[in-house]
């Protein structure tokens, strides 16, 4: 399964990329699984561990942990907002 | 029967206030009551100096956030138009960032609309602020009184929008 994943502010800071196409391993298939599973990535990923303030965005709408991924979504990753 | 014109625009020209709020009553005799806020660029925050901003924001997301939380508005009073500016990009001090303005038939929707919509843009709204102090250039925190300013909307709370990490 192919996804989009955008990153933006200081977590696109942190993980040092905008964007990616990443192939999703057996098993990782909500939105939680999946920051999971990058947040094992290593240095600079730790900014998605559980804990830490973050929001995501399915196909440009806010969600859950819970949220299902699916085959061509984009998946958005990001601190809370700020703007006003 | 009365037409409804609501409006978003995520821009970086700035705008111009009396035209925008003149545009919201335009060609119509129904409206009796305007109100607006408007948001500018603080020359300090959280204690230090701050000479510039820079907004960015998620192309698509945010333009879709911004119809949505006016759509909602709409959905709790009756409105007869309402019109959102929200700018991006790099920002200095007293310029204007957003812009909100309801028009309706009477104060009271128009006053509580306008805050309304500005609650929950400062929580669901996606944009960061990344401004340059002396001390150098930072993201800007959330504020936990804006989630508590967005909750007073809602009975059950607004916690929709928080990833909590089961484990």
């Known amino acids: 399964m192919n996804v989009k994943i955008l990153y933006f502010a200081s977590l696109r800071e942190a993980v040092g990329q905008a964007s990616e196409e990443l192939a999703l391993p057996e098993g990782v298939a909500s939105v939680g699984a999946l920051r999971a599973h990058l947040a094992a990535r290593g240095a600079g990923w730790d900014v998605l561990a559980g804990g830490r303030n973050v929001r995501a965005a399915v196909n440009q709408r806010m969600a859950t942990a819970d949220e299902v991924v699916q085959e061509g979504d984009e998946v958005a990753f ?5 703007g006003g | 029967m009365s037409t409804v014109s609501f409006s978003v625009s995520v821009q970086e020209a700035d705008f111009d206030l009396g035209a925008e709020m003149a ?17 500018l660029v603080r020359d300090a ?10 907004l960015e924001h998620y192309p698509g997301m945010t333009e879709r956030a911004l119809e949505e939380i006016v759509a909602e508005a709409g959905t709790r009073w009756s409105l007869l138009a309402v019109r959102v500016i929200h700018r991006v990009g790099r920002l200095e001090p007293a310029d204007r960032i957003v812009f909100v303005g309801v028009a309706g038939a009477h104060r009271g929707e128009a006053f509580a609309a306008c805050e309304f919509i500005m609650d929950y843009l400062k929580t669901r709204a996606p944009f960061w602020k990344r401004e340059d102090t002396a001390q150098g250039s930072r993201w800007v925190d959330a504020r936990d009184s804006d989630d508590s300013a967005a909750a007073r909307w809602s009975e059950a709370g607004d916690d929709w929008d928080e990833i909590e990490q089961r484990r």
């Open chain 2, 45 to 54: 925050n959280e204690g230090s100096g701050v000479s510039a901003m820079t």
């Open chain 2, 23 to 39: 545009g919201l009553a335009a060609g119509r005799r129904d409206v009796g009551a305007m109100a607006s806020f408007v948001g």
């Open chain 1, 78 to 82: 990001f601190p809370p907002v700020t």
